[in-house]
């Protein structure tokens, strides 16, 4: 299994908007911190801007809010 360091790249899921006007999104994301192998610290790199996140779990579902390690392409 894949550990996160800093300065490794991961994907953020965005969570979107209640009411739908922005969907969830995968975001590439920088490693800041690193608490655990599941638990980071994360600058997620958007179209508008940087978002910064502190304390988020890693989920291979990819649900708002965790982040994932990116998936492979052939």
């Given amino acids: 299994m894949q550990k996160p ?3 490794r790249i991961v ?3 965005s969570y979107g908007t209640p009411g739908g006007e922005y969907t ?3 975001r590439a ?3 800041t911190a690193v608490h655990s ?3 980071i610290d994360l600058c997620a790199l958007n179209p508008t801007g ?3 996140n502190q304390n988020v779990v890693m989920d291979e579902n990819a649900k ?3 982040w994932h390690w990116p ?3 052939d």
Wanted: some cysteine; hydrophobic content about 35%.
């Fill in 24 to 26: 969830p999104e995968c």
């Fill in 11 to 13: 994907h953020y899921k």
């Fill in 64 to 66: 708002g809010g965790s």
């Fill in 29 to 31: 994301a920088v490693v």
């Fill in 5 to 7: 360091s800093i300065g």
């Fill in 50 to 52: 940087l978002f910064f």
């Fill in 71 to 73: 998936e492979r392409v």
């Fill in 37 to 39: 192998d599941t638990e």
